[in-house]
């Protein structure tokens, strides 16, 4: 049997890819709709790839010789290309319509990492995952029934196959058991299991594999937010104030070649004067990730109208750009959703040495106010000692990542008030979109989460119903930081 261990560099290889394994995100915005010919091309297009490259002996390594169905392999296979192809139509559209070339490119990236990784270390990696999924809900109920165990029902809503192979699997290798209770048949976990779910956990967080996901459904939760300018204007009504001063403390100049990250439906871009102020000698590129975001901040200008400005739909984590390509980048209320070290690295990769770069974010706060305390209750309450109170940065943590590559940084710090006067807005804003509690909500199965969700927003109603809006106004911190970009072609001496 692979260790995992074994497993590791395949695990981290996927998470830099763009596969799918399990579809949270493309469950965001509703079933992913495949036409039956779309079906029949991922079915047999995954049967005749598995039919070619997997071989019996493969069994041997990956699964201890374990009496697996060969069907194993070709829903793995299946599930992985469908789901890919689901992630990548929502990724480049937005929508959850499979076509014909997303399915066609996510059977060539399914196998291609399967030719490169090894069939049996891509099974073992795809087990794995599974069993993380599985483990983790029988961990969180104490036990399932039988039934809801083998539909998914809770914990993988998205299937449509019965989970009967993983049960079995796991039944062999000792990590589930089947007990009977009232005449009705319960799955629950060994000790053996209980241990390999923490070696899972661990392994999937330390290859990033979990907070990428959680990034992937925050990026799709914008997308779905149609109202997002309403929703920013009702929570947070100082919030054009706070883009102006922003603006002003990012030192732009007309004629600067600027990027910006994070660019949402265009507040910052358009709203605040971004654009208005670089001026035709100059030009502004506005990326965001989330492809509807875009939609939204194109709609608001006519691009005719102001040739220096483009849209490209990119993560911060992974810009499209030459090195050395802009004067300034910035970001406002982006940061705090992205992998802080990766996204500081690449601005500081596509800046011209000396370039701006400049971010506005929320700051990470103790849960003191009375008013969150209790409106997040349901969530907070789950995790005895979270490593921190929300998702938002420390302090430190903007400034710490910056040092390495930027130089002359300025920090300021502010609060501004926002309004927990919508129950349904707020529940949205910070626990989907914004994951406030994505620490929390992490190891929580799917359909529990969304139930916790709800009780928050409930929650929220009975408060917005006894308190006034005075009461339900919250301070937020706030921090600013601007840095100029060290210029790694020069040696310390100076001298290139
Ligand atoms: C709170 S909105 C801010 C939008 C705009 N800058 C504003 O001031 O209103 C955050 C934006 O960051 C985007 N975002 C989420 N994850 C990101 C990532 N990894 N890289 C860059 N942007 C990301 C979201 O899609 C969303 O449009």
């Known amino acids: ?55 019996r002996e493969y069994l041997a390594p990956a699964f201890d010789t374990l009496p697996v169905h060969s069907r194993f392999p070709r829903t793995a296979v299946f599930e992985t290309a469908a789901s890919t192809a689901a992630f990548l139509a929502y990724e480049q559209t937005g929508r959850s319509t499979v076509t014909e070339r997303h399915a066609t490119d996510a059977l060539h990236v399914t196998e291609n990492f399967i030719l490169q990784h090894g069939f049996d270390y891509f099974l073992s990696a795809y087990v794995m995952l599974t069993m993380y999924e599985n483990h983790n809900a029988l961990n969180y109920y104490g036990q399932m029934r039988e039934a809801d165990f083998l539909s998914g029902r809770l914990h993988r809503p998205w299937i449509d196959y019965e989970l009967d192979d993983e049960l079995i699997l796991s039944r062999v290798l000792g990590t589930t058991e089947l007990f009977i209770d ?76 600027v990027l910006e990250i994070g660019c949402g439906s265009g507040a910052f871009t358009f709203d605040a004067g971004l654009v208005d102020l670089v001026g035709p000698t100059g030009s502004v590129v506005a990326t965001d990730p989330a492809p509807r975001m875009l939609e939204r901040a194109m709609m608001k200008r006519d691009p005719h109208d102001v040739p220096w400005l483009d849209f490209v739909q990119a993560p911060a984590e992974d810009l499209p750009f030459p090195d050395g390509s802009f004067d300034a980048v910035v970001n406002m209320l982006a940061i705090h959703l992205t992998d802080i ?143 100029v970009a060290k210029d790694f072609t020069v040696s310390r001496n100076g001298r290139a």
């Open 1 to 55: 049997m692979y260790q995992i261990e074994d497993v590791r560099h395949v695990i981290a290889d996927l998470t830099n890819s763009s596969l799918v394994v399990s579809p949270w995100l493309a469950y965001v915005g509703g079933r992913v709709r495949f036409d039956s010919y779309i079906s029949d091309m991922l079915y047999w297009g995954t049967r005749d790839f598995t039919q070619a490259h997997w071989r």
């Open 182 to 257: 009232s005449g009705e048949r319960f799955v629950r976990l060994t000790d053996k299991g209980r241990d390999r779910l923490a070696d899972y956990y661990a392994l999937l967080k330390e290859t990033g594999y979990l907070d990428k996901r959680n990034r992937s459904l925050r990026i799709s939760h914008f997308s779905e937010m149609e109202d997002y300018d309403s929703v920013v204007q009702q929570i947070a009504p100082t919030a054009a104030d706070l883009r102006q001063s922003f603006l002003d403390f990012t030192a732009i100049q007309p004629g600067m070649r």
């Open 341 to 483: 070290p990766a996204a500081v690295k690449e601005m500081h990769r596509v800046l011209k040495p000396g370039g701006i770069m400049a971010s506005f974010h929320p700051l990470d706060f103790p849960m003191t106010n009375s008013i969150i305390k209790e409106w997040f209750r349901p969530i907070s309450s789950l995790v005895e000692q979270p490593k921190r109170e929300t998702t938002m940065p420390a302090r430190s943590t903007v400034p710490d990542a910056v040092a390495p590559y930027f130089e002359n940084v300025i920090c300021q710090e502010a609060s501004t008030p926002n309004y927990y006067t919508n129950p349904d807005i707020v529940t949205r804003f910070y626990l989907e979109s914004v994951g406030l509690f994505d620490d929390h909500l992490m190891r929580i199965p799917w359909v529990e989460r969304t139930r916790l969700i709800e009780d928050t927003r409930n929650n929220g109603r009975r408060l917005c119903s006894i308190h006034t809006t005075e009461e339900l106004t919250v301070e937020y911190p706030v921090q600013l930081v601007r840095g």
